[in-house]
């Protein structure tokens, strides 16, 4: 799966960025709704960490405890396409975010960690200035 992720940028503390991750191609293998997918951030000398995680079916997420209730993971299997909505954004949500796609069950949500996911996008910068 060649994943693009996309909608990084320049934010100020407080506002609001919206990251899209598509399938380049519309082939069996490209196809996203196969996946359970997966947003990552990786900050400037630090891990790359969990952010947020939703089912092939939508109808499961997980969050990081760190965005929940300010983050919103979505998908939108017909367009081939994973959202991650990022409202009241703060200066140590600077970070390289990556979108993942893991193989899994329909209605299972995949892990936190990054071996999880079979197939990583190379990344969008979202920069918080305060």
């Known amino acids: 799966v060649q994943l693009q992720a996309s909608g990084g940028g320049l934010a100020q503390a407080g506002g609001s960025l919206r990251l899209s991750c598509a399938a380049s191609?519309?082939?069996?293998?490209?196809?996203?709704?196969?996946?359970?997918m997966g947003w990552f951030r990786q900050a400037p000398g630090k891990e790359r960490e969990f952010v947020a995680a939703?089912?092939?079916?939508?109808?499961?997420?997980t969050y990081a405890d760190s965005v929940k209730g300010r983050f919103t993971i979505s998908r939108t299997n017909a367009e081939n396409t994973v959202h991650l909505r990022m409202n009241s954004l703060n200066a140590e949500d600077t970070a390289v975010y990556y979108c993942a796609a893991a193989r899994s069950n329909w209605a299972i949500v995949p892990g936190e960690r990054p071996v999880e996911y079979a197939y990583w996008g190379q990344g969008t910068q979202v920069t918080v200035s305060s």
């Open positions: 191609g519309r082939t069996l293998t490209n196809t996203l709704s196969n996946y359970g």
């Open positions: 939703i089912s092939r079916s939508s109808g499961r997420t």
